[in-house]
C-alpha cells in the first residue's frame, strides 16, 4: 500500500492503481489516473460528518480546478479569508456546505455548475491578464500572459 500524501491529505492509502519508478533523482511514483483518483476522493469528502479541514478544503477547491480568489467570490469571502481557513483549518460552516454542493454538483455532471466554475476562472485569468512588451530592433511586440505558465513560457522564448 501507498500512502499518498502528495495529494494534501494524510489520510489516504492507495491498494494499487500507482508504479514506482526509479529515476535520475530516486524514486518516484506514479498515479494512473489521478484526475479520476481525486474526483473519487473529493466525492468521498463531501460525505465526512463534521466540518471539513482546511486541507481537505483546500483539495476540493483545487479538485474542482477553483482559486482562492475563485472560491472566495462563490461564497461570498475574500481571498484572505480562504487562505486562512485552508491553514487554520476553521472553515465556517456556510463555506463548508457550499464548497461540498460546488463539488457533488461538478462531479456528477451539473453543466450549469460547471459553467459558473469555468465563468468565474475564466473572469479571473482575464483580470490577471498582463501585457509583456518587448523592443527587439527598433519593433515594439506584445504578448498577453495570463498565468505563471504563460509567463515562463513567454521568458524562456525570449
Known amino acids: 500500500m501507498y500512502h499518498y500524501t502528495e495529494c494534501g491529505l494524510e489520510n489516504v492509502w492507495l491498494e494499487n492503481g500507482y508504479v514506482k519508478k526509479k529515476t535520475a533523482y530516486g524514486m518516484a511514483t506514479s498515479i494512473d489516473d489521478a484526475d479520476g483518483l ?24 483545487t479538485a474542482i480546478g477553483m482559486s482562492q480568489e475563485g472560491l ?13 481557513w485552508e491553514r487554520t483549518g476553521k472553515v465556517p460552516q456556510y463555506a463548508d456546505s ?6 457533488s454538483e461538478k462531479f456528477k455532471g451539473n453543466n450549469k455548475v460547471t459553467e459558473v466554475i469555468e465563468r468565474i476562472n475564466t473572469v479571473e485569468r ?3 491578464q498582463q501585457i509583456v512588451a518587448r523592443e527587439k ?3 515594439w511586440t506584445s504578448e498577453s500572459v495570463t498565468s505563471a505558465a504563460d509567463d515562463e513560457r513567454f521568458a524562456l522564448s525570449a
Do not use: D, P, W, Y
Open 126 to 128: 482575464l483580470c490577471n
Open 137 to 139: 530592433m527598433h519593433k
Open 72 to 84: 472566495s467570490k462563490c461564497v461570498g469571502a475574500t481571498e484572505q479569508s480562504v487562505s486562512l
Open 38 to 61: 481525486h474526483k473519487v476522493l473529493a466525492m468521498e469528502l463531501i460525505k465526512k460528518k463534521g466540518r471539513i479541514t482546511g486541507k481537505e478544503l483546500r483539495f476540493m477547491r
Open 98 to 103: 457550499l464548497l461540498r454542493l460546488l463539488v
